[in-house]
């Protein structure tokens, strides 16, 4: 169920992603490539998106999922994968 869940966050960002460009988002770094493998995909997204709800002195916080550095691992940032899906190094 977790993985149902998941999977259909991953999806809404990506619709959403598309949808919205996000403002203020520096691109000096491949932001949004959390596991470091040069690819913006579906893993870096899942990895956003399995830590959802997590915030600052949870143990599963992670500030490298908290991508726009609000101290909670939350729907923004898997956006902010979703609207750099498929860039590369
Ligand atoms: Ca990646
Ligand atoms: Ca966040």
Same mark, same amino acid.
Request: proline residues 1%; negative net charge; contains cysteine.
């Given at each position: 169920?977790? +993985?149902?869940?998941? *999977?259909? *966050?991953? #999806?809404?960002? *990506?619709?959403? %992603?598309?949808?919205?460009?996000?403002? %203020?988002?520096? +691109?000096?770094?491949?932001?949004?490539?959390?596991?470091?493998?040069?690819?913006?995909?579906?893993?870096?997204?899942?990895?956003?998106? $399995?830590?959802?709800?997590? #915030?600052?002195?949870?143990? +599963?916080?992670?500030?490298?999922?908290?991508?726009?550095?609000?101290? $909670?691992?939350?729907?923004?940032?898997?956006?902010?994968?979703? #609207?750099?899906?498929?860039?590369?190094?």
């Amino acid at each position: 169920m977790n +993985r149902l869940i998941s *999977l259909l *966050l991953v #999806s809404v960002a *990506l619709i959403a %992603g598309v949808a919205f460009e996000l403002p %203020g988002v520096a +691109r000096a770094e491949l932001i949004g490539d959390l596991d470091g493998n040069c690819v913006v995909n579906f893993n870096d997204a899942l990895m956003v998106a $399995r830590n959802i709800g997590y #915030s600052e002195g949870s143990l +599963r916080y992670s500030e490298t999922l908290d991508l726009n550095h609000n101290g $909670r691992i939350d729907f923004f940032d898997l956006q902010i994968v979703a #609207s750099h899906w498929g860039e590369h190094c």
